[in-house]
């Protein structure tokens, strides 16, 4: 009892960084679900869950047999469901680490000010890009990326592969161009599509104003690691999608700050 007692109380090294792990864990995959679909089927699936123990301990054989089946292939509807969670957390850990990983270099080998100051120089033709757009009521959806999955974009878009320019993207979304229905692509410092049909997201929740365009930026959000700055034909109002979570009504201000923060 005693041994029990001390073991209990015993906390290693490796307990703490058990702990601390499962807590980063939990704080990632709460903040990509947060706000989207995924929490209401992650909801629907503790329901089950508790409906199984309850009936399991009830000993109510004949739905305890039916829920148990279901649990059974749980793990498969779990990836299947989660699918573009899970797609966007292996996404996050892995590109993301690395790409931190260069900044934080970047900034040790050539200081602050000139990341900020390279970064300013690829974000401004967007930036500029939006403000025309905005001016003249152009609707555009700008996707950018930071890792460019060829499978992913290559079916539904026309390839560019150009140097980041106002007047390309001008050009691209003007009305008349061939190129204007469809999304963007930005990767690498480049344009790399244009024309990309991306997946709509299914959220029910958001505002009734969302066509296609603000669906589309969004899918896309849920799905990769992309970021999405939509112009509304309507309005000119720039919404920004992230992780499938959108702000409207974002200024030029606020939208340097993100995308010199995601970009
Ligand atoms: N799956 C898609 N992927 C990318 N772009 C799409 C997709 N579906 C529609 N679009 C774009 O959205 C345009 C239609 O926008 P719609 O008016 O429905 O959107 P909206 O969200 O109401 O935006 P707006 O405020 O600009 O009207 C299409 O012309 C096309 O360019």
């Known amino acids: 009892m005693k041994g029990f007692e001390f073991d209990f109380l015993k906390i290693t090294i490796t307990d703490v960084v058990d702990v601390v792990l499962v807590a980063v864990l939990i704080y990632y995959v ?18 089950v869950l508790i409906l199984w123990f309850v009936v399991d301990s009830l000993k109510m054989e004949l739905l305890s047999t039916i829920i148990n089946k279901f649990m059974n292939v749980g793990i498969i509807a779990l990836l299947i469901i989660f699918q573009p969670e899970i797609r966007r957390f292996l996404l996050l850990i892995g590109k993301n680490a690395f790409l931190q ?15 900020e100051r390279n970064n300013l120089a690829r974000i401004k033709p967007i930036i500029d890009a939006c403000k025309s757009m905005k001016k003249t009521r152009t609707g555009a959806l700008i996707v950018i990326v930071k890792f460019y999955d060829e499978q992913f974009f290559a079916n539904s878009c026309e390839a560019v592969n150009a140097r980041i320019s106002k007047r390309l993207l001008e050009a691209i979304f003007q009305k008349n161009s061939p190129l204007h229905d469809g999304a963007v692509v930005i990767s690498e410092n480049k344009i790399k599509s244009a024309s990309c049909i991306l997946p709509l997201t299914d959220n029910d929740q958001l505002p009734p104003q969302f066509g296609l365009r603000h669906r589309a930026g969004i899918g896309v959000s849920e799905t990769t690691d992309a970021v999405a700055v939509i112009v509304s034909e309507e309005t000119g109002e720039i919404s920004y999608a992230k992780q499938g979570r959108v702000r409207m009504n974002v200024s030029f201000g606020e939208l340097e700050k993100l995308l010199n923060k995601d970009f």
Not at 106 to 113: Q, T
Request: positive net charge; without cysteine; proline residues 0%.
């Open 30 to 47: 709460y903040n990509l679900i947060r706000n989207t679909l995924a929490v209401n089927l992650l909801l629907g699936m503790f329901i």
């Open 101 to 115: 990983k260069n900044k934080a270099w970047w900034g040790y080998l050539f200081g602050r000010k000139d990341i």
